[in-house]
């Protein structure tokens, strides 16, 4: 498979870049993607089968179940670090191992709606918190240990938005690649 191919089906969004401003149409905009992402997740796979669950979106890459998995883990992770940033100062985060995290058994095996229900609990809780945060609060910040970088929230909202629509293009290319994708879902941004 080509490079570039390959790229595509690693990254159908693009690479996330932070905007140089960050607006407060930016942050509401996000906000809102957070907040349609559980239902969207949910409506893109519920009826897929076991087989097509356990279908790679790409080669090498997590099946549709472990992509599942993981968007939930991620924005629960993330949901902490808000927490953590808004309640210390410059709190230093715990990263955690995603691709070990794939492979561990519920990632694996699990009905993925233990996953959606936990998403649309996490983004309810989310969203709640965010769109009651001050423009003092969106600047507060958190640093990841890997490298020392400090990550403000009110761009970490546009990561995780990111994050979300990057991987539910990841099982959408999949699905429109199989003919798989409902007409209904076809017709979604």
Known sequence: MKASTLENLRYPIGHFVTPTEITD???ADWIAELEALPVNMDDLVK???EEQLATPYRPDGW???QVVHHVADSHHNSYVRFKWALTEDRPLIKPYDEKAWAQLLD???APIELSLNHLKA???KLVYLLRGLSGEELQ???VHPDDDSESILAENIGKYAWHGNHHFAHIKSLLKREGWLPFTIDRRP
């Open 122 to 124: 996490v983004h309810g």
């Open 25 to 27: 149409i930016m942050i």
């Open 107 to 109: 990632a694996r095996t």
């Open 63 to 65: 099946t549709v179940r």
């Open 47 to 49: 009826d897929l089968s």
């Open 140 to 142: 507060r910040t958190f």
